[in-house]
């Protein structure tokens, strides 16, 4: 059993940037992919951003080249850094384990999850 705790998240105001991070109870960077996901009131939850075992990363085209994801395995830590945020890039954002090496964005693929943590970004 994984227990995965995020924080770091927060009210900004556009173009303004946030480090969520994401601490795991045991080691799991190391062998399973790790991504961020987020939900908007109203919508589906959606992936983000993803980093596999090998550290390869991946980015939902909507946050490419704003976001950056990282892990620290030593840490079992998990990091989103995101800059010139934007209204539309307010959700609550949950760290997740897939039960795979390989990164995917399907939910189905994640076996862990965190409690969230509330991302807000005003105009």
């Known amino acids: 059993q994984v227990q995965l705790v995020e924080s770091g998240g927060g009210s900004v105001q556009a173009g303004g940037s946030l480090r969520p991070s994401c601490a795991a109870s045991?080691?799991?960077?190391?062998?399973?992919?790790m991504a961020w996901f987020r939900q908007a009131p109203g919508k589906e939850r959606e992936g983000v951003a993803a980093?596999?075992?090998?550290?390869?990363?991946s980015y939902a085209d909507a946050v490419k080249g704003r976001f950056t994801i990282s892990k620290d395995n030593d840490k079992n830590t998990l990091y989103l850094q995101m800059n010139s945020l934007k209204p539309e890039n307010t959700a609550m954002y949950y760290c997740?384990?897939?039960?795979?090496?390989?990164?995917?964005?399907?939910?189905?693929?994640?076996?862990?999850w965190g409690q969230g943590t509330q991302v807000t970004v005003s105009s």
């Open positions: 997740a384990v897939s039960v795979y090496g390989w990164c995917s964005y399907k939910t189905s693929d994640y076996g862990y």
């Open positions: 980093i596999d075992s090998d550290g390869k990363t």
């Open positions: 045991s080691t799991t960077s190391a062998t399973y992919c």
